[in-house]
């Protein structure tokens, strides 16, 4: 390619606070329409916006964890600009003096620089369907609690900005600030795309393209802007500052406003709100209250719980995933035991039935128990596979359905002493070899037993019968 591409992005994350960012409304989704809605949030003249605490708590927690200071003066401003589903006809945001500055996310080889993240309040809905020819408004998402997320122009390929998002949405899913559900619109993402002869040293003019709800279509979108803007250059034509919107059906963009059309927002500072100020005190607590991120459950599964790498990137790519581990092995701390069931026939089980971990009909307890019960003998590993199929279907403890299904091994001790002592006393020589150091041996014996004593017997009773046996100085 004769060209370099140079990304940036801007991403909307939306605050998991349960109050609305001025007023008292709930913030939540779904419900119908209009039905949560007040006269601050509707913009009626003479309310006056009152900042929700959680939402600057939530903020800070945002750039804290993406390596950027929290700053201690942080002021709101308008941004003007007429839209119906903007009631009051500006939007508040904070412009000269956001909350969050300077951070750093590290990913596949490069830096990216966080320029910036501040608190915005999101704007309504507007409804095109429900009438022939008529528009309507819904005020429930006017004044949910947005971060911006701001980055330098650090990107230089279309896999950056994907394992970036992804990463984004993991770190604001573990602190507690977003859901990051890109396909529901909790996290939206923008991409500024220029490109640049390989040997130049001085960026392009670029376009933003919005509306994309997939990692897959960010990949598709930027993918078709490098060809767009190539070809441009190519014929010597200017690539155009604009806004574009991408076409999932069509995997192309087109342009929405370009730089000429751009409202001049008349930025000033929000009368109504006074300035925030935090103090480096409250900085410190709202650090130690972070939860822990990926970074470091990364670390505690490799070091501490001697997990392997992909393994423990896997666990921890789904918070409710993890979290469900998490319980599960603070009861039976068998890691790897758990993690190989988890990843292995829970995980199958997910896919095969559609559902995620939040929906199924059993508790991480019902898990240490089974993996318990495969320690301590009483069913094989493979009836443990058994019982998470079954807990799928229609829950129940491991205990209750091992017995309703015949799948605890028989404990037949005394008649399995008798084999044992037949298969040593017809192959002396092979014992003789194995008490002089042949401890490979040990395999043969076990063999000759399970033949002997037939399907269903409990391998690891045979083991302790053998191994007492075989260290007897008979
Ligand atoms: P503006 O002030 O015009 O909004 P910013 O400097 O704030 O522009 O940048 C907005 C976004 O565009 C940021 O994500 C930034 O990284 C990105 N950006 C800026 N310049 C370029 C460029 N030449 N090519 C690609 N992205 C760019
Ligand atoms: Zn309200
Ligand atoms: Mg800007």
Redesign the pocket.
């Known amino acids: 390619m004769k060209y370099i591409p140079?990304?940036?992005?801007?991403i909307h994350a939306e605050m998991l606070t349960r109050s609305k960012v001025f007023c008292s409304c709930a913030n939540e989704f779904g419900g119908d329409r209009n039905d949560r809605v007040c006269p601050r949030c509707s913009g009626m003249p003479g309310t006056l916006p009152v900042v929700n605490h959680d939402a600057v708590t939530l903020a800070a927690k945002a750039g804290i964890a993406l390596g950027c200071t929290v700053n201690n003066y942080s002021a709101f401003d308008r941004k003007n600009y007429f839209y119906p589903d903007l009631p009051k006809a500006y939007q508040i945001t904070q412009f000269e003096f956001p909350i969050c500055t300077n951070g750093l996310v590290h990913v596949l080889d490069r830096d990216i620089r966080i320029?910036r993240i501040h608190i915005e309040e999101d704007a309504g809905k507007l409804v095109h369907d429900d009438y022939e020819g008529i528009s309507m408004a819904d005020y429930n998402r006017c004044g949910v609690p947005l971060i911006e997320i701001?980055?330098?122009?650090?990107f230089r390929t279309v896999e950056e900005v994907q394992v970036f998002v992804e990463e984004i949405a993991l770190r604001l899913k573990y602190a507690g600030v977003c859901d990051a559900k890109l396909e529901q619109g909790s996290l939206r993402v923008d991409v500024?795309?220029?490109i640049m002869p390989f040997d130049s040293q001085e960026?392009?003019?670029?376009a933003?393209i919005k509306n994309l709800n997939s990692i897959k279509s960010i990949g598709r979108a930027i993918e078709y802007e490098i060809e767009r803007q190539s070809e441009l250059l190519d014929k010597g034509q200017k690539v155009v500052q604009e806004t574009r919107r991408f076409n999932d059906n069509h995997g192309n963009t087109k342009a929405l406003r370009s730089k000429e059309e751009a409202h001049d927002y008349r930025y000033f500072p929000e009368p109504d709100i006074p300035p925030v100020y935090i103090t480096d005190e409250e900085i410190s607590d709202i650090r130690a209250l972070m939860p822990e991120m990926p970074q470091q459950r990364y670390m505690r599964y490799t070091n501490d719980y001697k997990l392997p790498a992909d393994d423990a990137k896997l666990i921890i790519a789904d918070k409710a995933f993890s979290d469900f581990y998490d319980s599960a092995v603070s009861v039976y701390p068998k890691f790897r035991e758990i993690s190989n069931l988890m990843l292995g026939e829970v995980n199958r089980n997910l896919n095969d039935t559609g559902k995620t971990i939040g929906d199924v009909p059993f508790s991480p307890e019902d898990i240490a128990e089974t993996i318990k019960m495969t320690d301590d003998g009483k069913i094989s590993k493979n009836a443990a596979k058994t019982i998470v199929k079954i807990m799928f279907e229609s829950g129940g403890t491991p205990e209750k359905i091992a017995k309703d299904n015949d799948l605890i091994m028989q404990d037949n001790s005394d008649e399995l002493e008798g084999i044992v002592e037949g298969v040593l006393s017809e192959n002396e020589e092979t014992v003789a070899a194995y008490k002089n150091g042949n401890e490979k041996l040990f395999g043969f014996f076990m063999g000759q037993v399970m033949a002997a004593a037939g399907k269903g017997t409990n391998p690891k009773l045979i083991k302790d019968i053998l191994t007492k046996k075989l260290s007897n100085n008979q």
């Open positions: 140079v990304i940036g992005l801007e320029n701001v980055t330098e122009p650090d500024n795309i220029s960026f392009g003019t670029r933003e």
